[in-house]
């Protein structure tokens, strides 16, 4: 009961529990009616534990099921439905990473801001989905690009969540496999 009480005083809440002989126990738990809870998919980028929002994830795809290229310039592409997709190394995009990693190891996870531009987000591993609670960070830290709040998981983890909006228009947010060859023309060639 001390890991509830612990978990909810947190979050700003409080426990109260009340026991009567013969008729049982009941406890009770106040949460602040600020508490927000956010649907989301959990996954893992260079030792890292990332929250992405449900609202924005169009598509999964695991390695070896998508169709990458790589352009000219670096950039990696995801073909989809006759359509090109920037894919994103969200490791290199948030700073985890500087070494590129090679796409065929990676999830792919099709993400739509709001205004119906489309990213692919390169990640290590999808673990799980599950509702998780939006703890701010502005209390805290000042604001970070791509990322919109934290969580803290049910194992006493922190994840930070992502901002895919942000992300998306994070300026070399390709995480481009290679440097560009000289002369480069962004022509498709397979990857």
């Known amino acids: 009961m001390d890991v509830v009480r612990n978990e909810i005083q947190s979050l700003g809440g409080r426990v109260s529990m009340q026991s009567e002989p013969g008729k049982g126990t009941s406890v009770t738990i106040s949460l602040p009616l600020t508490l927000a809870v956010l649907e989301g998919m ?74 119906g ?22 209390q805290s830290y000042q604001s970070i690009s791509g990322i919109a709040a934290a969580t803290i998981l049910g194992n006493g983890r922190i994840a930070l969540i992502i901002d895919t909006d942000q992300v998306i228009a994070l300026p070399g947010r390709m995480g481009a496999a290679e440097p560009p060859a000289p002369g480069a023309t962004g022509d498709v060639v397979n990857a």
Do not use: F, W
């Open 117 to 138: 531009r489309r990213s692919a987000l390169a990640v290590d591993a999808i673990a799980e989905q599950r509702e998780v609670v939006i703890k701010g960070l502005e």
């Open 42 to 115: 959990v996954v893992r980028v260079a030792d890292q534990t990332l929250i992405v929002p449900t609202l924005s994830l169009r598509e999964m795809l695991q390695p070896g099921q998508a169709s990458v290229h790589t352009l000219c310039d670096g950039d990696r592409v995801l073909a989809l439905n006759d359509e090109l997709v920037p894919i994103i190394n969200l490791g290199a995009a948030l700073g985890y990473r500087t070494d590129p990693v090679c796409l065929g190891q990676q999830s792919l996870l099709l993400i739509e801001d709001d205004s």
